[in-house]
């Protein structure tokens, strides 16, 4: 049986990791994909929690930027990822892997309210927490709802699924001659405005020296990979080094 290098982890995602090749809502093969690995590392003893956004139903900074209110858009995309956390329990269960959604806005007939105490113990008992609605309150991303709520849950690492395999000093989608980072500070991250995530987050992890490690979630096994220990994307942490390593 293979042992876990990490107690408890949380792993960030995105709404768009939910879409596949699609435009809009949730691809079934992706997320069938993504509840597999999830129920493997709960299968190898780590504690999972998960943090997610609603982009791929719901963008509230998109709506705000056009005119409308800031605050009833930002509440209309804690909704959407009640919808995505909904959606992931499912495919959980399907797999026989004990789960429960904890929202930070109270929807008591769809899922749990949060309460940091009664996550903790879901986590001891081995089921996978989603965390849903971000932090509960407008002007915060989910980026700082996943900072906040693995500092709370005292997680070892906040994993952050993107659709590249780390950090690149510029979009590598753009830019072949992009270079990934094999290891950065969080000062560095913050003084190069690399996009890992928002500037609240980043913060965040630094005061709680909370290891960020970000890859990619469209490779099949990432996930599991870094759950293991093993080297995958780019690591975040205090380091000793005034400088980042380069692949």
Request: aromatic share 4%; net charge negative; hydrophobic share 45%.
């Amino acid at each position: 049986m293979t042992v876990p290098h990490y107690h408890r982890i949380l792993l960030k995602l995105s709404g768009e990791a939910l879409l596949g090749d699609g435009q809009y809502g949730i691809a079934a093969d992706t997320l069938d994909r993504i509840a597999d690995e999830l129920a493997e590392i709960s299968a190898m003893g780590v504690q999972v929690a998960v943090v997610i956004g609603g982009g791929n139903i719901f963008r509230g900074a998109g709506l705000a930027a056009s005119g409308m209110d800031r605050v009833k858009a930002d509440q209309m995309g804690m909704l959407a990822t009640v919808m995505n956390a909904l959606a992931i329990q499912d495919a959980l269960e399907r797999r026989s892997a004990h789960c429960r959604v904890m929202s930070a806005v109270k929807i008591n007939q769809v899922c749990e309210d949060y309460i940091r105490r009664r996550a903790v113990r879901h986590l001891e008992k081995g089921r996978v927490v989603i965390f849903a609605a971000g932090t509960g309150n407008p002007f915060f991303t989910t980026d700082s709802a996943a900072s906040l709520r693995a500092a709370e849950i005292g997680a070892e690492l906040l994993l952050k699924g993107t659709k590249v395999d780390g950090v690149y000093n510029v979009d590598p989608l753009d830019d072949p001659a992009a270079r990934r980072y094999e290891q950065l500070t969080y000062d560095e991250v913050l003084s190069q405005r690399l996009e890992v995530m928002d500037a609240t987050a980043i913060v965040l992890c630094r005061d709680q020296a909370m290891r960020i490690m970000v890859f990619d979630i469209t490779s099949p096994g990432a996930m599991v990979a870094a759950a293991r220990g093993e080297p995958v994307g780019t690591v975040v942490d205090p380091g000793q080094e005034a400088s980042a390593r380069e692949d």
